[in-house]
């Protein structure tokens, strides 16, 4: 899975269903983008684990595998 996608999704779902704010969300895009950059840079990629019951927001779990 493609990380850009998967921080796209978690910006909106901060922004629209948490409510936080443009700078916390702008803080938030700033940290994950040199999280991607560090992630291409060593060819990992985001598999899904588990996901979480729908109560406690129902996003999924990721962890990182390298494509090597």
């Known amino acids: 899975?493609?990380?850009a996608a998967t921080i796209s999704s978690f910006l909106t779902?901060?922004?629209v269903e948490k409510?936080?704010?443009?700078n916390t969300v702008s803080a938030y895009r700033r940290?994950?983008?040199k999280f991607d950059?560090?992630?291409?840079?060593?060819?990992?990629t985001l598999e899904p684990v588990t996901?979480?019951?729908?109560?406690?927001g129902g996003?999924?779990?990721?962890a990182l595998s390298s494509e090597a």
């Open 31 to 33: 940290d994950l983008l």
């Open 51 to 56: 996901r979480q019951p729908r109560r406690s």
């Open 59 to 62: 996003l999924p779990r990721w």
């Open 37 to 44: 950059a560090f992630a291409r840079k060593r060819k990992l």
């Open 13 to 15: 779902h901060v922004r």
């Open 19 to 22: 409510g936080l704010s443009s």
């Open 1 to 3: 899975m493609e990380i």
